[in-house]
Structure formats: C-alpha cells, structure tokens
C-alpha cells in the first residue's frame, strides 16, 4: 500500500491492473487505472465544490439536499473500491478481465455499490474475482439472487458447503437433515427450507435425490477420495441425498471457502453402505477435477 487511501497498483499483476481498468470504464472512468482514491468525506466534497463555483445552492433545503446525494455517492464510490480491491487478491495470472460481458458488469456494479457490510462484501469480491478468472460463470440471475441475500444467508449457504461432495455434479450430501452431524453445523428442516426459498438449493424431505457418477467412479470430498465399486451395483441411480443445488447454487459454491466436517466422510461412507453400495476411501493417489473449494 502506498498512503492512506491510495492503492499502489504495482504489488498486483498486470491481471489485475487490467480488471481495475475494465470496471473503471464501466463507471465512466471514476476510477483511474493505477490509483484509486476514495472520497473522504461528503462534507469535504462539498465545500470543494461550493469554492470553485460549480454549484450554486440556492437554499438551506437545496444544500440538505446536495450534501445527502454526496454523501450517499461517497459511500456508493467507497463501497464499490473496497469490493474491488478485495477480488484483486483472487484474480488469477491468466484471468481474462477484458471478456467479462460490459451489461453484466454493469448490472454487478448497480447492485454491489450499496453493500456495505464487510462480509457481504468479500462475497461480492470473489464474485467478481470469479467471473474475472472465467468469464461466463456466473450468471446475471445468480447476481440479482446475490443483492437480496444478507449476511446470514450468506452464513447458512456457507454452512450447507461443508457438506459438498463432487458425485458427477457438485452438491451437498444431506441424509437425513435431523441428524446431529448436520444440526450441529446449523442445518435443518427450517434452514434447508430457507435456502430453497431463496433459490439456492431443492429440497426433497421425503426421498432422495440419484446422481450418475462419472468415471473413473471417484467421489470428493475435499481432498479425500472415496470409490465406487460396480461389480457389486448398477453404475446409474446412485442415492446422493435430499438436496441438490440450482444452478445459482452450484455457481455460487465455487467462491465458497469451508473446511471439512470432522467425521462426515465416514459417515456417508456408513449410509452408502447401508443402501448396498460396494464403497471404500481410495488409498492410491487419486487426481480428480474440482472447481470448488
């Protein structure tokens, strides 16, 4: 960092650089390409203003006015820049910042712009940081679910991808969501519920959703591997639990950062089993493709 409220462009890559160029042409260059500087304060830019004469303020309830708009675009502007430079940090060497679609970029600075909590913020970052990296991937409606969620929605989606497994798709593995291992970590009848409403998941209280491995029959579960034996079993139908993701769901649990829930690889290993599967934790090396985590 050089001095307060500067951002030294030359500790990050030229990736980077160019993502900061792209969103400061989508707002009409209000930020410049190697320094962004926030605007300190409302007041301070409206007595710069009245001294040079660009604005005359005609009354007391005009200059009320006045200071609120600028002290609300300073916010908006403040918002915007510590997002911004939060998914620096992620952007990758050969992340492709100039392909990112201008409408959406747009549309991800309307509703961004307004968060302020910091939390909800880092969120908006690797979003941003994600589309950056791989442009494409998320969508414009994942965005718009995004700018209604608050922190605890983001808190609770956070707690259902400790649960992901990679099964042909990406998704959580709930069993049996009254069990301890899962109430435990916040997850529930109520909050599964929840997460459905808002768009991120189906729910299935009643029966179980079936997936198609993919071979080589490799299941993730963070970096450890289990197998699918089928000699034993037809290799369709495999029972993955009551929830899956939407799209916006499997999208957003590729910026989600969690850690593994202690005990739950042996515990779907227990509840594979007990539906028949022939299953067992690799012990070779196993390389498998993830994007999430």
Same mark, same amino acid.
């Given at each position: ?45 409206? *007595? ?31 918002? !915007?820049? /510590? ?47 994600? *589309? ?27 707690? !259902?991808? /400790? ?32 997460? *459905? ?30 197998? !699918? /034996? ?5 290799? !369709? ?43 067992? *934790? ?12």
């Amino acid at each position: 960092m050089a001095e307060k409220g500067l951002i030294n462009m030359g500790d990050y890559s030229e990736a980077a650089k160019l993502l900061v160029e792209k969103v400061g042409q989508a707002v009409g260059g209000a930020l410049q390409p190697w320094q962004m500087k926030r605007i300190a304060t409302a007041e301070v830019e409206v *007595e710069r203003i009245k001294s040079i004469g660009q604005v005359e303020l005609q009354n007391e309830l005009q200059e009320r006015a006045f200071r609120r708009m600028m002290y609300e675009e300073g916010r908006k502007q403040e918002n !915007l820049e /510590k997002i911004l430079l939060k998914s620096m940090d992620s952007v990758e060497i050969d992340s492709k910042p100039n392909e990112i679609d201008t409408d959406w970029l747009q549309n991800f600075i309307e509703k961004c712009k307004t968060v302020s909590n910091e939390e909800m913020q880092t969120v908006w970052a690797k979003l941003l940081s994600r *589309e950056s990296n791989n442009p494409g991937a998320i969508s414009r409606r994942t965005v718009e679910l995004v700018s209604s969620f608050d922190k605890s929605d983001a808190q609770l989606f956070e707690a !259902l991808c /400790k649960f992901v497994w990679s099964i042909g798709h990406t998704n959580p593995v709930i069993f049996e969501y009254h069990e301890k291992i899962y109430s435990e970590q916040g997850i529930n009848f109520i909050s599964l519920k929840h997460l *459905e409403g808002i768009g991120l998941v189906s729910f299935e209280s009643n029966g179980y959703f079936t997936e198609i491995p993919t071979s080589p029959h490799g299941f993730r579960y963070y970096n450890r591997v289990v197998r !699918l /034996k089928f000699d034993s079993v037809p290799p !369709l139908k495999f029972r993955t639990g009551q929830v899956i993701f939407t799209k916006a769901g499997r999208e957003l649990v590729s910026i989600c950062g969690t850690a593994p829930v202690e005990g739950f690889l042996d515990y779907c290993i227990g509840r594979w089993k007990k539906f028949g599967y022939d299953i067992e *934790e690799a012990q070779e090396p196993f390389f498998y493709q993830l994007n999430i985590l």
